[in-house]
């Protein structure tokens, strides 16, 4: 990521609203981790990664901007790492959960299939592609396609949940949504198994 996404990420924490409220899917789902390791990617204010803290588990909280990043030092359970993920290497068999909301960059997903123990839960939701969306990323590349979590995931892990779905927000702005909750098969890969 370049010094532009991490002054676009800066400003947005600066002077935007940002949501508090933990992602549903990860209420919902988090318990089903077997152990208490876990990653919050792309972690932003932190949310999700204070919710996870708040129910035991040790948080590797990761994001690009460093004001995300000084939100979360001294919080208990929670290790916030400012990080490029352009260059950072996750590391390998380290996380019982990974949770992963509203930031897509599809080369992670062999790295986090490594950085999952096995029987990890992997819980990821984002914005797709949709004629209707009037509120999504303008950046095309930062769209899911319809089927593409399944198609991606299916073979190497056990999907416990998938989801894609129409949001409507209080202003009446439409997203369209997919949400997973995946279980890593035990068994080792490669990333040139993962692409295949």
């Known amino acids: 990521m370049s010094r532009e996404d991490r002054e676009r990420w800066n400003k947005k924490y600066s002077t935007n609203v940002?949501?508090?409220?933990?992602?549903?899917?990860?209420?919902?789902?988090?318990?089903?981790?077997?152990?208490?390791?876990?990653l919050d990617l792309a972690c932003g204010m932190g949310r999700n990664?204070?919710?996870?803290?708040?129910?035991?588990?040790?948080v590797d909280a990761l994001d690009i901007?460093?004001?995300?990043?000084?939100?979360?030092?001294?919080?208990?359970n929670i290790e916030p790492k400012e990080v490029d993920f352009d260059t950072y290497i996750l590391p390998?068999?380290?996380?019982?959960?990974?949770?992963?909301?509203?930031?897509?960059?599809?080369?992670?997903?062999?790295?986090?299939e490594k950085a999952l123990k096995e029987d990890g839960i992997f819980i990821f939701e984002t914005f797709m592609h949709h004629p209707d969306n009037t509120k999504v990323p303008s950046n095309s590349t930062f769209l899911l396609n319809?089927?593409?979590?399944?198609?991606?995931?299916?073979?190497?892990?056990?999907?416990?949940?998938?989801?894609?779905?129409?949001?409507e927000g209080v202003c009446g702005e439409k997203s369209m949504k997919a949400s997973m909750?995946?279980?890593?098969?035990?068994?080792?890969?490669?990333?040139?198994?993962f692409w295949s």
């Open 146 to 167: 319809e089927g593409e979590l399944e198609a991606t995931f299916d073979d190497r892990y056990e999907i416990l949940h998938l989801r894609e779905f129409m949001e």
């Open 181 to 193: 909750v995946a279980k890593k098969r035990r068994g080792g890969m490669t990333i040139d198994d």
């Open 65 to 76: 901007s460093p004001i995300a990043i000084e939100s979360l030092k001294n919080i208990e």
């Open 49 to 58: 990664a204070k919710y996870l803290a708040s129910l035991g588990f040790k």
């Open 18 to 38: 940002i949501p508090t409220k933990v992602v549903k899917v990860v209420e919902d789902f988090a318990k089903l981790a077997t152990g208490k390791r876990a």
């Open 92 to 112: 390998e068999n380290s996380y019982d959960l990974i949770v992963c909301t509203y930031f897509l960059k599809r080369e992670l997903f062999p790295q986090i």
